[in-house]
DNA sequence: AAGTTCATGGTACGGTCGTATCACAAAATA
DNA sequence: TATTTTGTGATACGACCGTACCATGAACTT
């Protein structure tokens, strides 16, 4: 049976099952046992390719982040040739609430794993400063252009306005995952200040 | 030894312990025997005076969103006789943020509740509903009071507004948790963002 | 062809966790 | 004073969980 496998690809798929029963039941109540069983494995081979625990949730966080930042951007490409900037920036951040299954999912563990890394050395290391800057700085971007555009407001920052749009994303997307707010108000709720950024009927 | 005890005191010392302990470890690293030596008492007790984990974790949770709300609230009155509604709206936003380590640990805890509500009807049931809404509906209506008194630029929703701004508190709150931004910048997000809401120089 | 490496299975071990059980003394009640 | 209730201790039980160990056959190397 044992013909050579694609380490990367396998631990790819360990990392997947370990995603999915983490989204159904929790990250804190998945063990190896329940990963080997979805990926449709033994418990040996979860070892085999991740020796422990701890560095398995690492991949799959680090896994779970690298895809969703694709799709993120897949989505802001697509809303590229829409009317401006605009569509960009709402793209970017409706991206991110937890609308559909996978981006429910994706807040659902993001929450968990930054809930872990305040008492976990090895998990705030990496994707908890890095990944989150990065969405900063591409929407940092995005206004600046939209200003130089003079396609906003007077008076905004487009550091500080980008800091607060993703942090009010961030919190109106816990707020639906706790069943506090349906899409539809968090929607709303940033048009409505995305209305206020934007200059609506122009000059 | 067994003189006639107040079971609510009790209670409430253990459940206090249960927070303690938990904000240093980590509520999903916490048990019932670690919940009795913080509290200096046997496990035996801790069953006695809740049945259950799961009773605990769920008085838990009360204790913590009552103790955090009446904080809250406390420094919003000690506000109410400065400048103006402003200065109440700021110490409602503010002190909502984990700057010290009471609102820290009160932060940590209620998104790892958060998480674990996703996945438990139980704790799901009351507070992530009913608590956020009350904060919504008093900061709401502090902006409309500010609204009938012309300190709002024109354009404002009140009640959208109050939603992104405690959205914003929120996911500002878990930035600075995570590490990844510093209580300063969290801080002047909000101004910033109050600056475009409040009118700077009146009419 | 022989030997080594790789992928995999099965299973056992030590620890911890929530819960249940047994025991007993101090207070309240009668 | 006799009895029931109440608070407390100690400890045991069964279930898991992460990890370690042993075995084994296919594939690759030489």
Redesign the pocket.
């Known amino acids: 049976?044992?013909?050579?496998?694609d380490?990367a690809e396998?631990r790819t798929e360990i990392a997947e099952a370990l995603v999915r029963v983490a989204g159904r039941r929790g990250l804190h109540a998945v063990?190896?046992?329940?990963v080997a069983a979805e990926a449709g494995?033994?418990?040996?081979?979860v070892?085999?390719y991740f020796?422990?625990?701890?560095k398995l949730l690492l991949f799959g966080l680090e896994h779970l982040a690298e895809r969703f930042g694709e799709r993120v951007s897949a989505r802001v490409q697509a809303a590229g040739d829409s009317p401006g900037p605009r569509a960009m920036v709402e793209a970017l951040l409706m991206a991110a609430l937890p609308t559909d299954d996978e981006s429910r999912t994706f807040h659902h563990l993001y929450t968990s794993y930054a809930v872990l890394s305040v008492n976990d050395r090895a998990l705030a290391a990496q994707p908890f400063i890095k990944n989150p800057d990065a969405a900063e700085d591409a929407l940092a971007e995005l206004l600046r252009q939209a200003q130089e555009s003079a396609l906003l407001e007077p008076g905004v920052d487009a550091r500080l306005e980008a800091a607060g749009l993703l942090a009010m994303s961030a919190g109106l997307g816990t707020g639906i995952l706790v069943g506090q707010r349906t899409p539809e108000s968090a929607t709303a709720v940033l048009e409505h200040h995305l209305n206020r950024i934007f200059r609506t009927r122009d000059a």
């Open positions: 049976m044992p013909k050579r496998v380490h396998r063990g190896m046992r329940d494995v033994s418990l040996r081979l070892q085999y020796q422990t625990k701890e």
